[in-house]
């Protein structure tokens, strides 16, 4: 696909919107248009702003300009044996770099190796007056606007329009095991928290309401003792893909799905549906036709939060009033002309 520096071009774009007094509907690749409310405004197009900007393999760092395809990203660390460890899920052949920051999802491996915010180590950002702003850096060490760049993780557009990240990246482990071990959720539960005071390789587990999955990843030693003390049956390590890009049977159902994200030592919930659990518990999918006020005092009864996963009224759990004060000023700070994808994560954004 090659490489494009659109910069000028997007100020063009944001200037224009300020003086016809229309809002931008910011959109890559669309593979993520289910998440959040529905968005309203002049569309532009990020896949326009695309390449790798810099791979350091020595420092563990790349940065790519928003447009750049995931998978050109991922197939860049591959080569040098390196990975995104946050395990992005695409959700579709085209997915972005900056779709995949806005949207702030993280794959299996998430509760063992972190989210995908605490691998942003800088941000290249324009604001809602037309202005290239720069957050953090290229290093750890570099901690200046650090958490602003962190912040745009999971903003869908709303504070700013990404233009480059710089994203820490790690090795790949050197071996990986997967199995299958047929037990109910409550035992499950019980044994991931029990397995997680213990030095297991685990790097994922999910349970289907019938048996649990786990993935084992890190030195051939240590996966292969950790294989040999839990027994199970061997499984594919596609499956964790499938997982990720929710193509298994539990995603295809017709009820409306919903994500849970709980504490990790949460009980088995009594919720009304069928459950795909992930994360050892600490995210949860339902798909339900239940109303979604029960869905979000489900959640919210558990100590979480429940967000619906494809367009829906009720969108995100709403947010307490000082919660929703502070996104409020945030917005207002980065995004002062209510320009970037109104109302997509919240109405009152």
């Given at each position: 696909?090659?490489?494009?520096?659109?910069?000028?071009?997007?100020?063009?774009?944001?200037?224009?919107?300020?003086?016809?007094?229309?809002?931008?509907?910011?959109?890559?690749?669309?593979?993520?248009?289910?998440?959040?409310?529905?968005?309203?405004?002049?569309?532009?197009?990020?896949?326009?702003?695309?390449?790798?900007?810099?791979?350091?393999?020595?420092?563990?760092?790349?940065?790519?300009?928003?447009?750049?395809?995931?998978?050109?990203?991922?197939?860049?660390?591959?080569?040098?044996?390196?990975?995104?460890?946050?395990?992005?899920?695409?959700?579709?052949?085209?997915?972005?770099?900056?779709?995949?920051?806005?949207?702030?999802?993280?794959?299996?491996?998430?509760?063992?190796?972190?989210?995908?915010?605490?691998?942003?180590?800088?941000?290249?950002?324009?604001?809602?007056?037309?202005?290239?702003?720069?957050?953090?850096?290229?290093?750890?060490?570099?901690?200046?606007?650090?958490?602003?760049?962190?912040?745009?993780?999971?903003?869908?557009?709303?504070?700013g329009l990404i233009g480059e990240v710089?994203?820490?990246?790690?090795?790949?482990?050197?071996?990986?095991?997967?199995?299958?071990?047929?037990?109910?959720?409550?035992?499950?539960?019980?044994?991931?928290?029990?397995?997680g005071q213990q030095p297991l390789p685990?790097?994922?587990?999910?349970?289907?309401?019938?048996?649990?999955?786990?993935?084992?990843?890190?030195?051939?030693?240590?996966?292969?003792?950790?294989?040999?003390?839990?027994?199970?049956?061997?499984?594919?390590?596609?499956?964790?893909?499938?997982?990720?890009?929710?193509?298994?049977?539990?995603?295809?159902?017709?009820?409306?799905?919903?994500?849970?994200?709980?504490?990790?030592?949460?009980?088995?919930?009594?919720?009304?549906?069928?459950?795909?659990?992930?994360?050892?518990?600490?995210?949860?999918?339902?798909?339900?036709?239940?109303?979604?006020?029960?869905?979000?005092?489900?959640?919210?009864?558990?100590?979480?939060?429940?967000?619906?996963?494809?367009?829906?009224?009720?969108?995100?759990?709403?947010?307490?009033?000082?919660?929703?004060?502070?996104?409020?000023?945030?917005?207002?700070?980065?995004?002062?002309?209510?320009?970037?994808?109104?109302?997509?994560?919240?109405?009152?954004?």
């Open positions: 696909m090659g490489t494009c520096d659109a910069s000028a071009s997007w100020q063009e774009q944001v200037r224009a919107a300020l003086a016809d007094g229309v809002c931008l509907h910011l959109r890559g690749s669309g593979s993520k248009a289910h998440l959040g409310r529905a968005v309203q405004g002049r569309l532009l197009d990020t896949r326009e702003h695309r390449g790798i900007v810099c791979y350091d393999p020595a420092e563990l760092v790349i940065s790519a300009r928003a447009g750049t395809p995931l998978a050109d990203v991922e197939a860049a660390l591959a080569e040098r044996g390196q990975m995104l460890a946050f395990e992005p899920p695409r959700l579709g052949p085209g997915a972005t770099l900056g779709g995949t920051l806005a949207c702030g999802l993280s794959g299996p491996r998430r509760p063992w190796a972190g989210a995908l915010r605490d691998y942003v180590l800088g941000t290249r950002v324009l604001s809602g007056d037309g202005q290239w702003l720069r957050f953090g850096g290229e290093v750890m060490k570099n901690v200046a606007g650090y958490d602003l760049s962190r912040l745009m993780a999971g903003s869908q557009g709303c504070l710089s994203l820490k990246v790690l090795p790949r482990p050197r071996a990986r095991h997967s199995l299958r071990l047929p037990m109910p959720l409550k035992e499950a539960l019980a044994r991931l928290a029990e397995w685990l790097s994922a587990a999910s349970h289907d309401g019938q048996a649990l999955f786990l993935r084992l990843e890190g030195g051939e030693g240590s996966v292969q003792a950790a294989a040999e003390r839990l027994g199970g049956e061997p499984l594919h390590d596609e499956f964790w893909a499938e997982v990720n890009e929710q193509r298994l049977g539990f995603f295809q159902q017709p009820a409306p799905l919903w994500r849970l994200s709980l504490p990790p030592n949460s009980a088995d919930l009594a919720l009304p549906g069928p459950q795909w659990v992930d994360w050892a518990g600490a995210q949860r999918w339902l798909k339900t036709t239940a109303p979604a006020s029960t869905v979000h005092a489900l959640a919210a009864g558990a100590g979480g939060h429940a967000s619906a996963w494809h367009a829906h009224p009720a969108g995100a759990q709403p947010l307490p009033a000082a919660l929703l004060a502070l996104h409020q000023r945030l917005k207002a700070a980065l995004d002062p002309h209510g320009l970037f994808n109104p109302g997509r994560l919240y109405a009152e954004l």
